[in-house]
Nanobody, 126 residues
Framework: QVHVVESGGGLVQAGGSLRLSCAAS????????MGWFRQAPGKEREFVAA???????YYADSVKGRFAISRDNAKNTVSLQMSSLKPEDTAVYYC????????????????????WGQGTQVTVSS
């Protein structure tokens, strides 16, 4: 059984920064891409960023240049550093683990990810 747990959400003013972390366990972490998605009230879950098993990174246009995804295979963790936050970044952020190993580029759609965390709330005030 694979477990994915996010942490690090909170309330921040526009222009501020937050760092989300995600810990995964239950299989060989380094073989799988990891992704971050978010879901705002009344909206569909959307892709934010992903990192392949080899460390290549991919971003949604809306966060490119402001967010940075990274992974630490020794600690089985993936992080999302968020800067220059905007009110429209407000959402529940989810960490997810890819369904298949060694995919590159990693998928950018939710149904390609098999394991999900419970989500962490990020609120950006104006």
């Amino acid at each position: 059984q694979v477990h994915v747990v996010e942490s690090g959400g909170g309330l921040v003013q526009a222009g501020g920064s937050l760092r989300l972390s995600c810990a995964a366990s239950g299989r060989t972490f380094s073989n799988y891409a990891m992704g971050w998605f978010r879901q705002a009230p009344g909206k569909e879950r959307e892709f934010v960023a992903a990192i392949s098993w080899s460390g290549s990174t991919y971003y949604a246009d809306s966060v490119k240049g402001r967010f940075a995804i990274s992974r630490d295979n020794a600690k089985n963790t993936v992080s999302l550093q968020m800067s220059s936050l905007k009110p429209e970044d407000t959402a529940v952020y989810y960490c997810a683990a890819d369904r298949f190993a060694y995919r590159r580029p990693p998928p950018a759609v939710p149904y390609e990810y098999e394991y999900w965390g419970q989500g962490t709330q990020v609120t950006v005030s104006s």
